[in-house]
């Protein structure tokens, strides 16, 4: 992940240059859901999932497994049913997951177009973490990396405003009604 860059300088008539380390087959992977109820506090319930390091591992990604495990893990915090609002990735169509949401009463799903980013309160949420705890560092290790990425995830988390202003960014309110039952 190359580090987003907000300040730097250099000598007068010199333009700045920025030294990053190669890429390295480290990958990490974030999912979160935005989670919105009228009169309580917003939420943000997120899991971070460290892959492999070399280049022979299978997935590199969320399996649709672990997003059902996250699914289960916000029924349990939430306590009540969820709406998925989600954007077109492959693993939120896979068909195991699918019918893990279909065999569920408490779940209810929503596809966003096939490009809306801007619908979408989480993207919001990643902008804000990578203008928080990524600016200006480098990281050594991959460690450091993630540990950085929770302590980020958590300042967000615990301010149900900046969680708020993600959904308020979207345009999109919570005084949808509820599709009917045929």
């Known amino acids: 992940m190359t580090p987003p860059t907000r300040k730097t300088w250099s000598r007068r008539g010199r333009t700045p240059l920025i030294r990053i380390r190669g890429r390295s087959q480290r990958r990490f992977s974030l999912a979160a859901l935005a989670c919105y109820r009228p009169g309580e506090r917003s939420r943000l319930i997120y899991r971070p999932k460290r892959h492999p390091d070399h280049k022979s591992a299978q997935r590199r990604s ?11 893990t916000a029924h349990q915090q939430l306590n009540g049913p969820i709406v998925l609002v989600w954007d077109n990735l492959n693993v939120h169509r896979d068909k195991r997951l699918k019918a893990f949401v ?11 177009l096939a490009y809306a980013p801007d619908l979408n309160p989480v993207e919001t949420a990643w902008s804000l973490l990578r203008r928080s705890s990524q ?8 460690d450091q990396l993630l540990t950085t990425l929770r302590q980020g995830l958590r300042k967000i988390q615990y301010r149900s405003d900046l ?4 959904l308020a960014a979207t ?4 005084t949808t009604s509820r599709p009917k039952a045929r």
């Open 135 to 142: 600016t200006n560092r480098h990281f050594t290790e991959p």
């Open 62 to 72: 969320f399996a649709w497994s672990d997003y059902r495990d996250l699914l289960t």
């Open 163 to 166: 969680i708020n202003s993600c």
């Open 171 to 174: 345009g999109l309110t919570l």
């Open 102 to 112: 279909d065999a569920s009463a408490r779940l209810t799903v929503f596809y966003l």
